[in-house]
């Protein structure tokens, strides 16, 4: 017949490592959850900075069209301008 307290102490054993386990996969859950944290404010702060960098590249293109405008209207007085003095000087 086996011995009882051998039967007991090998219970004892196996559930003192299914705890060791189980704390270990705790800690390692915890340690998982700290990166996944980490990850999404990481991934907040990037995609804060696509934003950011949309908006500004926007703004750029905006101030880039209101010199070309501004620009060609120039260059358009400065043509008329020519046409006008080239029509007032004498023909010869």
Not at 6 to 34: P, Q
Not at 62 to 80: F, M, N, T, Y
Request: glycine share 2%; charged share 40%.
């Amino acid at each position: 017949m086996p011995n009882p307290n051998a039967r007991i102490d090998r219970l004892e054993d196996a559930m003192g490592r299914a705890f060791n386990a189980i704390e270990a996969l705790a800690d390692k859950e915890e340690k998982l959850d700290d990166a996944i944290t980490l990850l999404l404010d990481a991934q907040i702060k990037t995609e804060q900075r696509f934003k950011e960098t949309a908006d500004h590249l926007r703004e750029i293109d905006k101030a880039s069209r209101e010199r070309d405008r501004a620009l060609d209207e120039r260059v358009d007085r400065l043509v008329s301008a020519i046409g006008e003095l080239v029509q007032r000087l004498p023909r010869q």
